[in-house]
Nanobody, 121 residues
């Protein structure tokens, strides 16, 4: 069974920084795109940033220039460095990965349980 687990959330003041991690574990052949999403209370889940296996990145306009996604393929882990945090960044942050479980035949897209990020003074 393939799992992804997020960590690194917490409480931070506006303008502060946090670094989230998401690690994939289990038995699989390869991991393709890995993505951070977030969901604020009363709102739909939205894409924050994504990174391909070759480290091509994509960001939501709302976080460009403030957040950086990175990836360590050897550790099956992605990171989200969040700087200049704003009140509106408060949300539960989720990780999703496209996992090639068996070569070219079986794919899964597990979600993590989420990690809370709260930006408050």
């Amino acid at each position: 069974q393939v799992q992804v687990v997020e960590s690194g959330g917490g409480l931070v003041q506006p303008g502060g920084s946090l670094r989230l991690s998401c690690a994939a574990s289990g038995r699989f052949y390869d991991i393709h795109d890995m993505t951070w999403y977030r969901q604020a209370p009363g709102k739909q889940r939205e894409l924050v940033a994504s990174v391909t296996r070759s480290r091509v990145t994509n960001y939501a306009d709302s976080v460009k220039g403030r957040f950086t996604i990175s990836r360590d393929n050897a550790k099956n882990t992605i990171y989200l460095q969040m700087n200049s945090l704003k009140f509106e960044d408060t949300a539960v942050y989720y990780c999703n990965a496209v996992v090639e479980v068996s070569r070219s035949s079986h794919y899964e897209a597990p979600w993590g349980q989420g990690t809370q990020v709260t930006v408050s003074s």
